[in-house]
């Protein structure tokens, strides 16, 4: 699924300051290709690292590969910021809802509103079906903070993982319908 518009069919918004300070970053979403597993298997090691050390689960092997062993180009978006990649996330369907996973910003990005403008237009989606939304996210991590922002509420937890859950409501629409390079329409969730 790609925003519309632009030559390459996105539609740059607008939402994170940019490199230069107040200057805003343009993004875009953009279908992920079976090709894109790799940066972003590279990405997950890099931003997850600190957190799987805390924890002492950094595998640098493993951590790659749980990426490469569940990656579906059909459910995942590519994150484009300033004309390059800048990150993913996955939603996929589940029967009661969707799940969102493997959402990841390049380091530089992170903290800059980026992450909460691409959650909203993901979530308003998915409200948009009525549907519930769960997540996982490592104990202690900063993410858990975006997320409880959007309103995420902790459903389950151990000492690594915190389950957490969304219940859909109204979002005001601010995004046009996704559209692909093609032309042709594809929801968030496949």
Same mark, same amino acid.
């Given at each position: 699924?790609? +925003?519309?518009? %632009?030559?390459?069919?996105?539609?740059?918004?607008?939402?994170?300051?940019?490199?230069?300070?107040?200057?805003?970053?343009?993004?875009?979403?953009?279908?992920? /290709?079976?090709?894109?597993?790799?940066?972003?298997?590279?990405? $997950?090691a890099t931003v997850m690292r600190p957190d799987l050390?805390?924890?002492? $689960?950094?595998?640098?092997?493993?951590?790659?590969?749980?990426?490469?062993?569940?990656?579906?180009?059909?459910?995942?978006?590519?994150?484009?910021?300033?004309?390059?990649?800048?990150?993913?996330?996955?939603?996929?369907?589940? /029967?009661?809802?969707?799940?969102? /996973?493997?959402?990841?910003?390049?380091?530089?990005?992170?903290?800059? %509103?980026? %992450?909460?403008?691409?959650?909203?237009?993901?979530?308003?989606?998915?409200?948009?079906?009525?549907?519930?939304?769960?997540?996982?996210?490592?104990?202690?991590?900063?993410?858990? $903070?975006?997320?409880? $922002?959007?309103?995420? +509420?902790? /459903?389950?937890?151990?000492?690594?993982?915190?389950?957490?859950?969304?219940?859909?409501?109204?979002?005001?629409?601010? +995004?046009?319908?996704p559209v692909t390079a093609s032309g042709s329409r594809?929801?968030?969730?496949?």
């Amino acid at each position: 699924m790609e +925003t519309s518009a %632009g030559a390459d069919g996105t539609r740059p918004r607008q939402a994170a300051p940019g490199n230069e300070p107040g200057r805003p970053v343009e993004w875009a979403l953009r279908a992920a /290709e079976p090709a894109d597993v790799e940066a972003i298997a590279e990405l $997950r090691a890099t931003v997850m690292r600190p957190d799987l050390e805390r924890l002492g $689960r950094f595998d640098e092997h493993r951590v790659r590969q749980r990426l490469r062993d569940s990656f579906s180009a059909l459910h995942t978006l590519v994150i484009v910021a300033g004309g390059a990649f800048a990150g993913s996330v996955t939603v996929r369907p589940t /029967e009661d809802g969707r799940w969102l /996973e493997h959402f990841y910003l390049v380091p530089g990005l992170q903290g800059r %509103g980026l %992450g909460s403008a691409v959650l909203r237009v993901l979530l308003e989606r998915i409200d948009a079906d009525g549907v519930l939304v769960r997540l996982i996210v490592l104990q202690g991590s900063a993410a858990r $903070r975006l997320y409880e $922002r959007h309103g995420f +509420t902790v /459903e389950a937890q151990d000492p690594i993982d915190v389950h957490m859950v969304r219940r859909p409501r109204p979002y005001p629409r601010t +995004t046009s319908a996704p559209v692909t390079a093609s032309g042709s329409r594809r929801p968030v969730s496949g």
